[in-house]
């Protein structure tokens, strides 16, 4: 167990609807990241937060992908007018600067 | 560009046996990490270093700052060290910049 908590794990969802991912990072880590898998590759970065603020944006996170992280604590990923391309692993991590990365068990999205 | 680079893609090896995974990355950074993927599981973190060597267990990484280059070794291999491990590293703003993976497995 990492500390970091996703859910939902698994979302089937069509094509055209939207969907939300949540993070619950390591109570005390500042930075949250979010990451996407796909099947055979790496994790690809989309965003990360220092506390409340979000600090860098991937062009991979293209303007139907949007997250927050309101208080500084969980962070949430939403996905508008999926798309098949969109179907991965969402991934969560956090970390205090300068330390060890945690990473969450990931949210598998199929969008069919 | 900032760039990690590992090899081999794929490790098939026979239990006991000592295993070498390479990690080469293009600029400098302030510390690698290395971490496991089991199939369709999460990531766990084996590592971060940001010299030196560092031993867990029957894993050990080390890393070589002026050749920009790490390595993880497993010795006395077993089915269960079966998983993909990736080295990252956090080029510029801590942002990790991910290898491709390599691919273990472990035969009885």
């Known amino acids: 167990d990492t500390g970091v908590s996703q859910n939902p794990r698994h979302k089937i969802t069509k094509r055209g609807q939207n969907v939300t991912f949540r993070c619950d990072p390591i109570?005390?880590?500042?930075?949250l990241y979010w990451y996407r898998q796909t099947l055979g590759q790496g994790p690809e970065f989309l965003t990360y937060?220092?506390?409340?603020?979000?600090?860098?944006k991937s062009r991979l996170l293209s303007d139907r992908f949007s997250a927050e992280r309101p208080k500084g604590s969980f962070s949430t990923l939403e996905i508008q007018r999926t798309e098949q391309g969109d179907s991965a692993m969402y991934l969560c991590a956090s970390s205090r600067v300068e330390n060890t990365i945690y990473f969450g068990e990931g949210s598998w999205l199929t969008v069919v | 560009k900032n760039e990690v680079e590992q090899s081999p893609q794929n490790l098939t090896a026979q239990e006991g046996e000592f295993i070498t995974i390479n990690c080469s990355y293009s600029v400098g950074i302030s510390a690698l990490h290395w971490l496991q993927q089991h199939p369709g599981g999460g990531i766990v973190s084996l590592f971060m270093?940001?010299?030196g060597k560092k031993k867990h267990g029957r894993l050990i990484a080390t890393i070589n700052i002026q050749e920009k280059h790490s390595s993880l070794h497993i010795t006395a291999s077993h089915p269960r060290d079966s998983a993909v491990y990736i080295c990252a590293a956090p080029f510029g703003n801590e942002k990790l910049t991910f290898g491709t993976g390599t691919r273990l497995t472990i035969i009885p």
């Open positions: 937060f220092q506390n409340e603020a979000q600090l860098e």
């Open positions: 270093l940001s010299s």
């Open positions: 109570s005390e880590h500042n930075r």
